[in-house]
């Protein structure tokens, strides 16, 4: 259960990742740094998706990382991209602003919050309820204390999030995501 739970927080944090590379920085030319930046470069140059050079360029590092780290941390991080990589196909939205100065500020700030909820979410061992690209909903079962400080730590971030008294915390993009009535209705079950 608690790998389960650990994919769970590694697809979340891949999800993100993937809406601040496909609304803000891909559509208005902007790249990001690393890995992800020679892969978006050279699916531009070649026509080739992005998807397979982001799997075939952190290879290497995958070797790197289980000869040092070892093989929980491989699989990791090679579930984390396979992630990216799926997400990056599938899911496509329109781009919020046309604006390079703009972009590069919302993407890099999407794109952070993408890993610090993830980091966040597993430091607490709490669970991921629903992942979907609206809304993800987290569960901690516990004490008040300890879902209440899940809740400022996320909330630190400024990502937007709406909280239930049963211990669900939904992160969402938008106060206008019909969430409330989903959470009222499961915190009922």
Partial sequence: MKYILRALGLAFGALIYTIGLDVFLVPNHVID??????????????????????????????????KKIGAFFTISSLFSILCLSGWSTFIHYERVTSDPFLSTIYGGIIIGLGAKVSR???????????????????????????????????????????????????????????????????SED
């Fill in 33 to 66: 740094g690393g890995v992800v930046g020679i892969a978006l470069m050279a699916a531009q140059v070649t026509g080739i998706s992005f998807s397979v050079f982001i799997i075939i360029l952190n290879i290497p590092f995958f070797i790197f990382g289980y």
């Fill in 120 to 186: 966040t979410i597993r430091k607490h061992d709490a669970r991921m309820m629903e992942v979907n690209p609206t809304y993800s909903t987290v569960l901690l079962a516990g004490l008040t204390e300890d879902i209440a400080d899940l809740f400022q730590q996320l909330n630190s971030y400024n990502c937007l999030l709406q909280y239930t008294r049963s211990g669900r915390i939904a992160v969402t993009r938008s106060f206008d995501e019909p969430i409330s009535d989903y959470l009222k209705q499961n």
